[in-house]
């Protein structure tokens, strides 16, 4: 935590990027370009907003696109590190070795408090000037103090779902010369920041506008702080419940500074639900909207889902509450798709990022409500045979092919080809031919004077840098986007997503089922949800259907891995429990073609990917050496030593 002087305020130079936002009528450059002092800001509105947008910039950490741990070339983010998905590249870090297990470090997705803190007080300096500014009304302070609260909350959610209670810092420090000593803060409690997260919610919500146009929808609204207000709360609330299932010990749980007491539950699922319900009340006024198609055509209601979250509709879908935008003329773009587009697409190199795991793909169920468990074999073991790849998941879920690349399906005018070989038979039966290198390098057999090729464009080999699994991440990849060269150039511009009412109604799902007796009102949300995917209808309701509901639905936008660590599952062994991050691997489909019948039949295996451990204490992240010697009065989380 830095330690700055609250008198002076970003002094120096003001180039503020405001491309970012797209809000070029923040600034005017002609009257507050150039070095100026917070005496010249706080007498120029323009400037005072200007301000905003550089809070915007450094306050918030959504877990985004090119948020990896690591950096880029490990691919390690919270999808690949969840049971969502591996990650393909054959020499990263975290999987490269399916010899060795692959241990959760202390720092994974930690958010630097030296960087966090020096925007926290940049907030609460500019908290304090613009009450004390007269270049402004009433209506505009409440306004800006409403928008820079949100961010700050947003900051302190951001270190809370990771470290627990943290130092609550919300007024300017005054360094008096020599006393450092007055500077260093304790932890709070972690259900005191919590706390604090919602209540500033509820106190800045109706402060906000409902709605903004133009660029401003990607500014903080009612609906925004109401949605922070509903995930902040439903995480309290989860692990006020289910951390009693730990063994943690320490100072750092006897202080509260971890842990929340089971008799807290109850009040937090009721403030989820409550924020939710408030959401929930704006859409039935047309704030907000699920983003439908009237079509009941499953390959339509595919794409309406995959472009929920596309480049081409761009955020402009109803249904986003808040997001982040992208703007790559200006310099902000970012680079998911040169990261993760299927390898035959990516240009001079990279891609294959995030490839989900059979598990995953077998969340989805059928169309009629069935068990998602693909048809591999019939009912006496004999493997079926399918004209084409892509048939074997005819009848899925819709939303399957809206986030997910399966073999055979369609990508940017062609399909998707991952074979893992040939079979000199049919019916699954014969001698099998294994694609054995990267596939844009030889893979072939040649059989009774015919050459097969052993390998899809797309991959099929344990080798290379194409997926493993047999599948690649649909979902935010901007098919449109054509030039895959030089993956710093930063081209993408699909928005990143923090809240929108698909989570929602999903939150309001599981606080009902949390709390009893609001059994019907899960049931219909969770059937909000489903109707718009194009699937069966539920027509009872437990805590696993929605829980189920929720991986499926938001699937691969970074919260699953939260979701099981607030559930307080992660620790668990996955061949033994069907869930956790312990012993969880993933498994990969296998289309072979049987050359003797034209057809395909499939297998599962295991991909060359390190077996995982997650520890009890990576439900708490470890503060760095360099937080602790800064702030003497920091404890350190359960398990790390001092």
């Known amino acids: 935590m830095k330690k700055i002087n609250s008198k002076i305020f970003l002094f120096g130079i003001i180039f503020l990027l405001l491309g970012l936002f797209s809000c070029t009528d923040y600034l005017n450059r002609e009257s507050t370009s150039g070095v100026v002092t917070s005496e010249v800001i706080w007498t120029n509105s323009n400037a005072i907003n ?76 500019f908290l304090l000037k613009v009450e004390e500014t007269d270049i402004l009304s009433n209506d505009e302070k409440s306004a800006l103090n409403a928008e820079a609260r949100f961010i700050r909350a947003m900051g302190y959610f951001s ?35 919590y706390d604090f997260i919602i209540n500033e919610c509820k106190e800045i919500a109706d402060k906000l506008p409902e709605t903004r146009s133009g660029a401003g ?13 509903s995930r902040a709360a439903l995480y309290a609330a989860t692990i006020a419940k289910y951390s009693g299932t730990l063994t943690l010990s320490g100072e750092a749980v006897s202080k509260g500074y971890v842990y929340i007491a089971a008799s807290e539950a109850p009040r937090f699922f009721l403030e989820s639900y409550n924020a939710s319900k408030k959401i929930l009340e704006m859409a039935d006024r047309g704030i907000y909207q699920l983003y439908k198609t009237s079509s009941t055509n499953p390959e339509d209601l595919a794409a309406n889902f995959y472009n929920l979250f596309s480049k081409t509709v761009n955020g402009d879908n109803g249904e986003y509450i808040f997001q982040k935008h992208y703007d790559a003329a200006a310099g902000y773009g970012h680079m998911w798709d040169k990261l993760n587009t299927p390898f035959s697409y990516r240009g001079d190199g990279w891609g294959c990022g995030m490839t989900p795991v059979l598990e995953m793909v077998e969340e989805f169920e059928y169309i009629d409500g069935s068990s998602g468990a693909l048809k591999i074999n019939d009912s006496n073991g004999n493997p079926i045979s399918y004209d084409n790849p892509y048939d074997i998941f005819k009848d899925k879920d819709p939303r399957l092919i809206g986030s997910v690349y399966v073999p055979g399906g369609a990508c940017r005018g062609t399909n998707i080809e991952w074979m893992r070989g040939v079979i000199d038979g049919q019916n699954g039966i014969g001698t099998k031919y294994t694609a054995s290198a990267q596939p844009d390098q030889e893979n072939s057999v040649t059989i009774n004077g015919v050459k097969y090729r052993t ?23 901007d ?48 059937n909000e949800i489903r109707a718009r995917a194009g699937i069966s209808l539920l027509t009872s309701i437990t805590l696993e259907k929605v829980r189920h509901e929720r991986k499926v639905e938001l699937a691969f ?42 057809k395909y039949t499939f297998t599962t295996g295991i991909p060359p990917k390190q077996l995982r451990v997650f520890l009890e204490r990576n439900y708490y992240t470890q503060f760095r050496p360099e937080d602790l010697s800064t702030d003497p009065k920091l404890v350190q989380n359960p398990g790390y030593g001092n």
């Open 217 to 229: 929808k990607y500014r903080a609204t009612r609906g925004a702080a109401w949605a922070l207000c």
């Open 50 to 125: 200007a301000l905003l947008v550089n809070l915007y910039s450094s306050g918030l950490k959504l877990d985004e696109f090119d948020d990896w741990y690591g950096g880029k070339s490990n691919l390690t983010n919270q999808t690949s590190l969840s049971d969502e998905a591996t990650a393909a590249y054959q020499k990263e870090s975290a999987f490269s070795n399916s010899s060795v297990t692959y241990t959760y470090g202390g720092n994974v997705f930690n958010d630097n408090l030296d960087i966090r803190y020096k925007s926290i007080r940049n907030i609460n300096d």
């Open 455 to 477: 390998s899809g464009k797309d991959g099929g080999a344990n080798t290379g840098d194409a997926s493993k699994t047999g599948f690649y991440q649909k979902k935010f990849l």
């Open 557 to 598: 936008e970074r919260l699953r891995y939260w979701d099981l660590k607030r559930w307080r599952v992660a620790h668990l062994d996955f061949k033994t429990n069907g869930i956790g991050l312990t012993n969880f691997r993933g498994t990969a489909l296998y289309p072979w073609y049987n050359i003797r019948s034209g």
């Open 159 to 193: 270190l809370v779902k990771r470290y627990g209670g943290v130092p609550l810092l919300t007024e300017p420090q005054a360094y008096v010369a020599g006393d450092v000593e007055a500077l260093y803060i304790e932890r709070s409690k972690e259900v005191d920041v």
């Open 479 to 526: 098919e449109t986007l054509t030039d895959m060269t030089n993956i710093d150039a930063k081209r993408s511009e699909t928005p990143w997503v923090a809240f929108r009412l698909g989570e929602v109604y999903l939150n309001l799902a599981e606080a009902c089922m949390e709390m009893g007796g609001k059994d019907d009102e899960a049931l219909k949300a969770v």
